[in-house]
């Protein structure tokens, strides 16, 4: 079946340790994007990816960067994480923009130490 | 802003109907619908687009008011499985496609 697969779904890491969420589609969708959701909160758009192209939220962390090498391929860079940090890292899909629905992964909740 | 959802938390006696409304402050291009369940990702459920439109299946359907820039999720004769948290995602005009999601209603459905 084609899906959004995050890896690892759990990740545990230390204060300031740099840490990477991986994501991958076999949907063959142009745009992915990454969402932070902290407990009981609405997710929240950190960036996206239209092909290559890359959208950075302006209230995104400097903390926090991206990579999309291929079409299927996603990943989340955190360099230096904070305990503020600790979330639920949702990684999306979609075939275009708006208003085209957006497929998501089941996430990797990440604990900072 | 993020759209403001109301209720913010249900509870229903299986059978029983809910409406969950989501209202934004500035106009809306189109209005997208997700459940999550605890621990999971969240699933879509619909998206409406055009001013006056209502979508359904099942028995779970939508309106959207344009003019009102508000949306409405009606779930009817609940079922165990409607329980988890809705959100509604609203796209703006000229915010390049990005979607923002209400604070979300969580809904809980009894025997």
């Known amino acids: 079946d084609a899906m959004v697969i995050q890896n690892p779904r759990y990740q545990v890491t230390q204060f300031g340790k740099p840490v990477t969420l991986s994501c991958s589609q076999t949907?063959?969708?142009?745009?992915m994007y990454w969402y932070q959701q902290k407990s009981s909160q609405a997710p929240k758009l950190l960036f996206h990816?239209?092909?290559?192209?890359?959208?950075n939220e302006a209230d995104t962390p400097d903390n926090f960067q991206s990579r999309r090498p291929n079409t299927s391929f996603c990943f989340l860079d955190i360099r230096s994480p904070g305990l503020g940090d600790a979330a639920m890292y949702l990684c999306?899909?979609?075939?275009?923009?708006?208003?085209?629905?957006?497929?998501f992964g089941p996430g990797t909740r990440l604990t900072v130490t | 802003q993020q759209p403001v959802q109301s209720p913010q938390a249900v509870i229903l006696r299986e059978g029983e109907d809910a409406v969950i409304n989501c209202s934004s402050s500035?106009?809306?291009?189109?209005v997208h619908w997700y459940r999550q369940k605890h621990g999971e990702a969240p699933i879509f459920l619909m998206i409406?687009?055009?001013?006056?439109e209502q979508k359904g299946h099942d028995k779970i359907s939508a309106s959207f008011n344009e003019k009102k820039q508000q949306s409405s999720l009606y779930l009817t004769a609940s079922q165990l499985s409607y329980s988890g948290t809705y959100f509604c995602?609203?796209?703006?005009?000229?915010?390049?496609?990005?979607?923002?999601f209400g604070q979300g209603t969580e809904l809980s459905v009894k025997p």
């Open positions: 999306a899909t979609s075939r275009g923009t708006s208003p085209d629905e957006q497929y």
């Open positions: 949907l063959n969708h142009n745009v």
């Open positions: 990816y239209y092909d290559k192209d890359f959208n």
């Open positions: 500035k106009a809306l291009y189109s």
């Open positions: 409406l687009l055009k001013g006056g």
């Open positions: 995602g609203a796209i703006r005009y000229n915010q390049g496609g990005k979607l923002i």
